[in-house]
């Protein structure tokens, strides 16, 4: 069966040529960087030179990048080490209603230690107003910590704006730029971020292996002792193939961005606008707002999100919804309900997610099959009714 996978903002196909770099480390090249002969300096030799590809990417030095295993642990580290070393200058963090798990469940549990954060809200469109961000400072505000763009639905946040704010106030700023590296430019200086989280298998890299920019001279509580890999930022023997693959990946990335992402752009426009003209009652969430070029969601009126996507993955065609089913529970994102979706308008939406190796076959194959599954499954509905 024809296989077309569009949910990159869930994981992305790993590139051949990151495999191709990866395999000497797995077999020849097995040293521990932190052993001082040939094995070990040889390892160590790959890890900077992968270091120095990921902080170009975002116009970094070499010594601000640390890696992590994912885009997980560099929130986790990011927001904990932050909270953990300011705690006596303050207890007060502003986040948005929009984040990751790994930023969202990360400052709930904050919140269980006495920390106090703002959830600022977003527009219809989600975006963040800087304003907002201006207004939720008050004394003993030690971080703000803002994604760059939403996994969902794709929107881009005022970063530069709010990183402005935040220097002017003098507080520490985070962005969880995950879905943002290696799909826009990104200018760490620019943006006055001074800590911004990214992963590799978010940018057809290796899964379990990612990296926290941390602006130096910043100061920041380990998650990890031992034995002070990492500049002593964290430790552990490092994960050397993951690396070596991820600095792979973002030498890639760097290089093929603008014109991968103009002709993926193009795709999701077609993409778009085929399905709205073919599909009656869908309308494209964040539109509004600037999106990434490679996300849409889609929301399908009188049609179950879960449906489709069985539907869908039934013709060959990998996607996914705005609903999580955890523990037979059907619940509703939290990124549709803070952009004014009630839970059944979100439990309709769908998220395509193209990457670089998108196809513009693979994006005609779903013109082509969608309208009739959403058909099919409005049939059922006892609330469709034919206009
Ligand atoms: C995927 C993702 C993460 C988590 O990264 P992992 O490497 O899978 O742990 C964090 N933030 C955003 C926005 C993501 O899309």
Redesign the pocket.
Known sequence: MRRVYLDS???TPIRPEVVTAMMPVLTEHFGNPSSIHWFGQHAKSMIDDARQHVARLINAESSEIVFT?????A?NFAIRGMAESQKAKGRHIITSKIE?H??MHTCQDLEKQGYEVTWLPVSRDGAVDPDSVRRALRPGTILITI?H???EIGTVQPIEEIGRIAEEADVYFHS?G??STGKIPIDVRRLKVDLY?M????IHGP?GI?ALFIKKGTILKPLLTGGGHERNRRSGTENVAGIVGFGHAAKMARESMATDMARVGELRDLLEAALKSRIEFIHVNGENAPRLPNTTNIMVDYAEGEGLVISLDLKGVAVSTGSACSSGSMEPSHVLTAIGKTPDEAHGSLRLSLSALTTREDVEYVIEVLPGIVERLRDLSPYYKKV
């Open positions: 903002n869930a994981t295993s994912g885009g997980t642990e929130d990751h790994a930023v994604m763009a939403n996994n969880d995950v879905q989280s992963s590799s298998h978010k899964k990612g």
